[in-house]
C-alpha cells in the first residue's frame, strides 16, 4: 500500500540513497536539509522509501525542485501516484499553478508530466550539468485560463 508523509531529518539517508542512484548530479545532504522546512514529501510503499518531492510554495504557486522515485519501483505508476497525490494535497492548500524543470533527454518524465497535464513553457539552455543539457520548463494549472496565449507587438515591450 502506498502513502505519502512529511520528509525529515531521520528520512535523509535514504533519499540521499534514492538522489545518488538516479541522478548523475546529485543534490547534497546539505541541499536536502535547506529544503526541509518548505514543502517535501516521501512516498511509502509498505514500509519503505520508495521516492520523494520536494517543492517550494509561494502564495498561490508551487516550484517542483527535486522528485525521485527508486530504480526498483520506476514503471509501476508510483510517479504518477506521488505526483497526483502531492497536487491534490497542495490544491487543497490554495495552490493553482505548478512549476518544474525537466532534462530534455528525460523521456520517461517528459511523458509522466505531459499525461499529468503539464505543458511546456521554455527552454532553458544548458541547465544542467554532468552531462550538460537543456532543460525544458514545464507547468501545471488547475485554471486552463493560466495557459491563455497573450501576444505583444516589438514596441510594446514585455
Known amino acids: 500500500m502506498l502513502s505519502i508523509r512529511r520528509m525529515t531529518f531521520e528520512d535523509l539517508d ?3 540513497g534514492i538522489e545518488n542512484s538516479v541522478f548523475g548530479n546529485p543534490w547534497s545532504r546539505t541541499a536536502f536539509e535547506s529544503i526541509l ?15 520523494y518531492i520536494c517543492c517550494i510554495c509561494v502564495l498561490d504557486e508551487c516550484s517542483i525542485s527535486n522528485v525521485a522515485i527508486t530504480p526498483g519501483s520506476q514503471g509501476k ?15 487543497e492548500h490554495g495552490i493553482n499553478v505548478f512549476y518544474l524543470e ?11 508530466y505531459e499525461k499529468l497535464g503539464f505543458r511546456w513553457l521554455a527552454i532553458r539552455k544548458n541547465y544542467y550539468i554532468n552531462p550538460q543539457e537543456d532543460a ?23
Open 77 to 91: 505508476g508510483f510517479g504518477n501516484w506521488l505526483m497526483k497525490s502531492m497536487m491534490q494535497n497542495m490544491k
Open 136 to 158: 525544458i520548463v514545464m507547468a501545471y494549472a488547475f485554471d486552463p485560463g493560466f495557459f491563455r496565449q497573450t501576444t505583444w507587438t516589438a514596441d510594446e515591450g514585455l
Open 14 to 16: 535514504d533519499v540521499i
Open 102 to 112: 525537466v532534462r530534455r533527454s528525460n523521456e520517461r518524465a517528459l511523458f509522466l
Open 37 to 51: 522546512n518548505h514543502d517535501c514529501f516521501v512516498l511509502i510503499d509498505g514500509e519503505k522509501i520508495a521516492g
